[in-house]
């Protein structure tokens, strides 16, 4: 027997083609299998026992809703939230196995829908000529300018009213073409050929290229930062498209860096005396532990008259851990910003 209830069938048909290969549509089976025996069990039970199983049906339907709501690319969610790879820490893994780009320091962008997204979700406003010929593929990269401009790149993609001359200044550099049946090597061999054919000033592919051995990787990383650069990302070639982190993503740079969430103001000593000295921030571990620690280097005098809100998220460099897992020698570098 099908699921005669109304509001199952509402919900059930749209999420099932939306997600018929995601995480979501396997859990909206297997939930539905698994309460199926209570919604009309057989053609012989009682219509009060049906009523109620249809009520329960209904209340199973709306909590598997819930969940499919606070997932990536669910038809009922508006496209809120944005499917994207984070990258881990390189540590001298073979390198053989993986595909090399420099890593940009712009603004992480999704183009999804004929939409131009950050990597939490929030909508861009590029303006109109910038995306209108854009394809309609989904494109993951960065938007950026000129190396060393990060806080022009941010100011300018984040502003709800674009400016045509800030945005003149910005490329879309793509280094992904995500879906989940090829290969990164495929991937990225379809969107270099798409830009090329393309020829659209501002969109631009980012270059994969091999390095045979880890000697010729940090000579290359020295090459690249002397120039610049932030420092270079390793893709697995033949790794799958996931959502979230993964270590088929590896990033290198002459030194860490990590985000954590400020948690209280400091007060200074000395020539800080009535300013701010530190802040006490909490750090998720690559262990899932939820660490505190303070940060008290790295800010102008500007930053510590008016030092980032309790709640925002920063961005500090570090050099190694210690025996707690805490980032030593940690350096405020700048606070997060997302419209």
């Not at 790879?85 to 595909?99: D, F, G, K, R, S």
């Not at 909508?123 to 209108?132: E, G, Q, S, T």
């Not at 290359?220 to 932030?230: D, I, M, S």
Request: glycine share 6%; net charge positive; hydrophobic share 35%.
């Amino acid at each position: 027997m099908g699921y005669n209830c109304p509001l199952v069938r509402f919900y059930f048909d749209p999420i099932a083609i939306e997600f018929k290969n995601s995480l979501s549509y396997s859990l909206l089976i297997t939930s539905l299998q698994n309460f199926s025996h209570l919604i009309y069990p057989n053609e012989h039970k009682e219509r009060v026992m049906a009523v109620k199983n249809c009520y329960l049906s209904n209340v199973v339907a709306f909590l598997i809703i819930c969940f499919a709501l606070t997932t990536d690319a669910s038809p009922l969610s508006g496209q809120k939230t944005t499917a994207v790879q984070l990258a881990t820490v390189y540590t001298n893994q073979n390198i053989q196995e993986y595909l090399i780009s420099e890593k940009f320091d712009g603004v992480r962008a999704v183009w999804r829908n004929k939409q131009l997204r950050t990597r939490s979700g929030n909508l861009i406003h590029a303006p109109r000529w910038f995306v209108k010929n854009l394809p309609d593929v989904w494109l993951d990269g960065e938007l950026r300018s000129e190396r060393g401009h990060f806080e022009d790149v941010v100011s300018t993609v984040t502003k709800d009213k674009p400016v045509d001359s800030e945005w003149e200044k910005i490329k879309f550099m793509v280094f992904d073409a995500p879906n989940y049946e090829s290969t990164f090597q495929t991937r990225s061999q379809f969107y270099t050929e798409l830009i090329q054919k393309l020829q659209i000033k501002h969109l631009k592919a980012t270059e994969q290229f091999v390095v045979t051995n880890n000697k010729k990787l940090i000579r290359l990383l020295e090459n690249y930062t002397q120039n610049g650069a932030e420092g270079l990302m390793l893709h697995r070639a033949n790794a799958m498209f996931v959502n979230g982190r993964s270590s088929n993503i590896l990033k290198l740079k002459k030194f860490m860096d990590a985000e954590a969430r400020v948690v209280a103001h400091l007060p200074g000593k000395g020539k800080y005396d009535s300013l701010m000295g530190s802040i006490m921030v909490e750090y998720d571990s690559s262990d899932g532990q939820l660490l505190s620690f303070k940060i008290g280097t790295g800010f102008s005098d500007q930053e510590r008259e008016h030092p980032p809100a309790i709640g925002s998220i920063v961005t500090f460099q570090y050099h190694g851990y210690t025996k707690r897992g805490v980032p030593r020698f940690a350096s405020f570098m700048r606070v997060r910003k997302e419209h």
